[in-house]
């Protein structure tokens, strides 16, 4: 039998929903939690942060069906043990949480310096913008005018359009669909939660 086809050990515990991660986890303290990004409920990071703060022994994989680089970049700043590519052979994924029990870390130096990346050139833009300007892009990405925003920030149309400037300038984009567009590439999850919370909040 192939190493990777051997069990890993004893499943302790299955989830179907986010919420219940926390509970279960403290619970049960398992030594490895294998979250999937996909999981409804908190964002992942939240989720990772939370387990390495309240069950430092519990090593977290993260599993994604995607390859973008905010998600090295939200998982590293997290704790995760490192994430893994759902479409990797499934020796690959069974290796990887195995590594995880040992304590490895499962970040390679790409990924490392894909974070790094990803953390100067999208981080240093988002940390410039004001806690207003956040709020007007994240009604920008929604496809509200400037108008409707005035109206659910309880401000003039002109000072929306004044943050309008000082974002685009502050993202380097030339319009407001360029704003929108710079969100769904570099955010893709959304501007979730406060956006008056640091970048971490929105990332996962």
């Known amino acids: 039998m192939p190493p990777w086809k051997k ?6 515990g299955e989830i179907e929903d986010g919420t219940a991660v926390r509970r279960l986890t403290a619970a049960l303290r398992p030594q490895v939690l294998v979250l999937d990004q996909a999981l409804p409920g908190p964002p992942p990071a939240e989720t990772v942060a939370w387990v390495r703060a309240h069950c430092p022994e519990t090593a977290v994989p993260v599993l994604t069906a995607h390859n973008r680089d905010d998600y090295p970049a939200a998982m590293v700043e997290a704790g995760a043990a490192g994430f893994v590519v ?29 974070a790094r990346r990803w ?10 913008l004001t806690e207003r300007e956040r709020e007007v ?15 659910a920030l ?3 149309p002109k000072t929306v359009g004044y943050h309008v400037t000082n974002i685009l300038s502050k993202l380097g984009v030339a319009s407001r669909l360029g704003a929108v567009v710079w969100v769904h590439k570099h955010l893709p999850d959304g501007l ?3 956006p008056q919370d640091d970048l971490g909040k929105f990332l996962g």
């Open 7 to 12: 069990p890993l050990t004893q499943v302790i």
């Open 86 to 114: 759902k479409e990797e052979a499934p020796e690959t994924v069974v290796a990887a949480v195995r590594r995880a029990a040992r304590g490895e870390v499962l970040f390679s130096g790409e990924q490392y310096a894909r």
């Open 119 to 128: 953390r100067e050139e999208v981080g240093a833009r988002w940390e410039s």
């Open 137 to 151: 892009l994240q009604l920008l990405a929604e496809g509200l005018d400037n108008a409707t925003i005035a109206e």
């Open 154 to 156: 309880c401000v003039t």
């Open 192 to 194: 979730r939660g406060d």
